[in-house]
């Protein structure tokens, strides 16, 4: 038997995912209780950015299943008074489908867009070191990290268009026209699954994200630790006799600000030395890979965060 097409990621079929079926068309309909990784990709599409936009971030928006997208339903559920099963059944669409608005749209890129300027990303502190930004390495690059998307899903859902060109209409995730957070007055992160979560002072969940949470060598903190200060676009200054893995002859070096700085576009301060949340110029990596102590977010929810908090916010870090 030949193998089955993938599924195709038009914006219609996006759209029309997990919602209540037409009696005309009949588009197949998720099984109670199915798991994401059994889902059509425009299902687990659709889901993605509505979780991303209910504040329950998967990270990389990537049609695909995985440990982020579970974590992300999971806590969906348990706000909404579910089943914290962290698979797309009957309910959670139901949940997710109060938010009415089209999963994807349709972006003309705009000159700010593609302006750039881009350029390779060297590996070294040291040449890291002599540029004068650490910006972007492309526009797909860029437009990845604005619309919440992995680049290679971005390109699959613009074949054939010019990333690069101002003027080009492309099809991104629906993922900017979301209301600010309030103010939290605590943040939790738990290593146990990977977590980033912020509560209000009542103890109600305001938004959740994945997060990676320190490593052997460098394990997170456990304690209850104050925010002393947001910085952003910060400059990172980077010493090796605080890295185990440094490489051999690394020496200090002061890196410029941008979204490939090794804390990506923003760094909040902890109470605890060398300590602090931040972004990353890998944004595949995060709740996937260790980090050296800190907790690591995706440059857009790091962005999320630093509405939320301010000096003085509550910071516990748990098991």
Known sequence: MAASAPSTLTIEAVNAAGKTPDPAAKPAKPAKGAKAGKLAAP????????????????????????SNMRLALAGFQKKAGLEPSGTLDEATWTALNADTADALLSHTLSDADVAGPFQAIPESMAEKAK??????????EALGEKFHVSPALLARLNPGKDLGRAGETIVVPNVLDTEPLPKAAKIVVDRSDRSLTL????????AQFPASTGSSHDPLPIGTWKVNGVAR?????????????????????????GPNNPVGVAWVDLSKDHYGIHGTPVPASIGK???????????WDVATLTESVGYGTEVLLQE
């Open 131 to 140: 540029l004068t930004s650490l910006g972007y390495g492309s526009a797909a």
């Open 289 to 299: 890979t260790q980090s050296h102590g800190c907790i690591r977010l995706t440059n």
């Open 199 to 206: 509560l209000d002072a009542e103890g109600k969940v305001l």
């Open 233 to 257: 676009q910060p400059v990172y200054h980077y010493n090796p006799k605080l890295f185990w893995d440094a490489s051999p002859g690394d020496k200090k070096a002061k890196l410029p600000a």
């Open 43 to 66: 299902a687990l599409l659709r889901a993605q950015v509505l979780l991303d936009r209910a504040r329950f971030s998967s990270g990389e928006i990537d049609a695909a299943s995985g």
